[in-house]
Each structure stands twice: as C-alpha cells, then as structure tokens.
C-alpha cells in the first residue's frame, strides 16, 4: 500500500520570548492512498500543529515529514506552493476565505492560479457546489454567509484544484447534522477514488466514518485504532474511553462558562442559544459514543 504521509519523529517547539512551547514530542505516524484517517484530540493537544507541518506552511524542529515521498524540510518556498496548489488541499480551521469576493470568486480563485480553462472552472463549481448544497450561494459575498455556509464554501475551494491529498483542520465545526452528512460524503467520495484525507476533529460523529483515527493528546500520540474494528486490547479501550470521559468534562466546564458570560451580559441571547445547543449536541455524541465504548 502506498504510503502517502510519513511523519518521523516529528517534535514542534515554539518560542515565546524567552520560553519554549512544546507542541509535538516525537509523533510518528503514517497514512496511505485511499484513507481517511482521523486525528482526534482536545485543544492544545497538537493537531493543528501537526496538520500545519504535513501541508509544508511550517517546519518542525527535529524529525522528518515526507509527502508523496518529498522530504517537506528539503523543499523551497516555491515547490511548497506548488505542491500545495496542485496536489494538496487544505481547509483551515479559520477558513483563509476572502470576505470580500463571491463564494464562486472564493472557489474560482485557486484554479484560476492553477492555469484551468474557464469551462473547466465552470464546471468544477458547479459540481461542488452541488455536492456541499451551497448551489443558492455561489453569488453572495462570504462575509454575508454564516458560518456554516462559509465552512462548506472553503471545503469546495480547497477541492477545486482536485487534490491527492485533502487536510482538513475540524471541518464539520460550524455544520449542522445533515451538512455533516454531506461533507463525510464527499469526503469519502474522494478516497474511494484513491485521493487521502486528513481530518482533525473533536467530533466522535466524524471519526467515527474514519478508516483510523489517530488519538493525540499533550503533544503525544497516545494510540491508534479502527472505528469499525475495535481492538480488543484492553489499554486501547481504556485510552479512547478516559478520552470522551475528558471531553465530557470539558463540554460541561464549557457550559458552566457560557452561562456565566450571559448572565454577565458578556454574550447576547442568540449567540448565548446558538453556542449553547452546539455544546448540548456535542455532549449527546459524547454519551453515545461512551455507551458503545462501554
């Protein structure tokens, strides 16, 4: 099986003034052609970080990264653009959307640096557009999209130069139940075609549709397992389950918080709803997903 992403040793400190902060402590890990792999943790365990290393936008402090076998820490500036305009897509966490251009500018945009003709352009946002169901907001201006039209709008703009390999940084965040759906869709689309996905998430719903999911947490892989195949190992079972164990403590800590800032009038009501039910449905997951763990 092809190995796509190789990462060796990999430790990532940023300095801080005069500190250093450890971001990864030698994480090694390897995905192939055709997967969809998963990296779940809490925040601050490091998957942002390690995502950032694998699309080459930085570099680690010691060990290797290779993508489709180039050493990412030999490459220029020049054949990292290039390999991130022709071969890998990413959606980021914070979605690098121009506010100010249509969502169809947004989609465009990279094909258009890529040299694609005009019909080939047409076309292609079309067909995601299609698949992500924001076929009504290729017209808009993003910054008069919500949030979750903007995460689908950057997904597609991400997919439009048809990469190999997808690195997605928690893009389900802002989507409803059934835009989950669609996304994971697409997604799985992409590998059954022989492209790779990366995804990091929180959300048990996500990795659950993964071929592996890759449990980091402080900076350190804590283990590996298969969703659908779940190891018999009792140190693994016992890892994943003081895992959503953690985070349902965390989600209700998170409410606790929310509701004090309403209460402060820090956050008006429908911000206070909105971020309110996000942690109630995340809980609900968290819960299933510790039933069956059980």
């Given at each position: ?179 989950i759906k669609k996304v994971l869709s697409l ?108």
């Amino acid at each position: 099986m092809d190995k796509v992403v190789v990462v060796e040793d990999v430790v990532k400190v940023y300095t801080i003034g005069d500190m250093g902060v450890t971001a990864l402590r030698g994480v090694s890990l390897e995905v192939f052609k055709g997967e969809l792999a998963i990296v779940m943790g809490p925040s601050g365990s490091g998957k942002t970080t390690l995502l950032n290393l694998i699309a080459g936008l930085d570099k680690p402090s010691s060990g290797s990264i290779y993508v489709f076998g180039h050493d990412l820490t030999r490459l220029g500036e020049t054949e990292l653009n290039n390999l991130r305009l022709h071969r890998i897509g990413v959606v980021f966490q914070f979605l690098n959307l121009i506010s100010r251009l249509t969502a169809r500018e947004n989609i465009e945009l990279p094909m258009m640096v890529a040299g694609k003709s005009s019909e080939y352009i047409r076309n292609r946002v079309e067909e995601l557009a299609s698949k992500l169901g924001i076929e009504d907001k290729l017209d808009k201006m993003v910054e008069d999209l919500s949030g979750g039209e903007q995460q689908r709008v950057a997904i597609a703009a991400a997919l439009a130069n048809d990469p190999e390999l997808v690195l997605a940084d928690e893009p389900t965040a802002e989507l409803d139940s059934e835009n989950i759906k669609k996304v994971l869709s697409l997604f799985k689309e992409l590998t059954e075609a022989g492209k790779t996905v990366i995804i990091n998430t929180h959300d048990p719903r996500v990795a659950r549709e993964g071929d592996r999911v890759f449990l980091l947490e402080d900076g350190v892989l804590q283990g590996i397992y298969r969703p659908r195949e779940l190891t018999s190992e009792v140190e693994s079972s016992k890892t994943i389950s003081e895992y959503i164990s953690k985070r349902l403590e965390e989600l209700r800590e998170e409410r606790e918080r929310l509701i004090e800032e309403f209460r402060k009038g820090g956050i008006g009501p429908e911000e206070f709803i909105k971020r309110y039910n996000r942690i109630k449905t995340l809980e609900e997951v968290f819960r299933d997903e510790f039933r069956v763990r059980g």
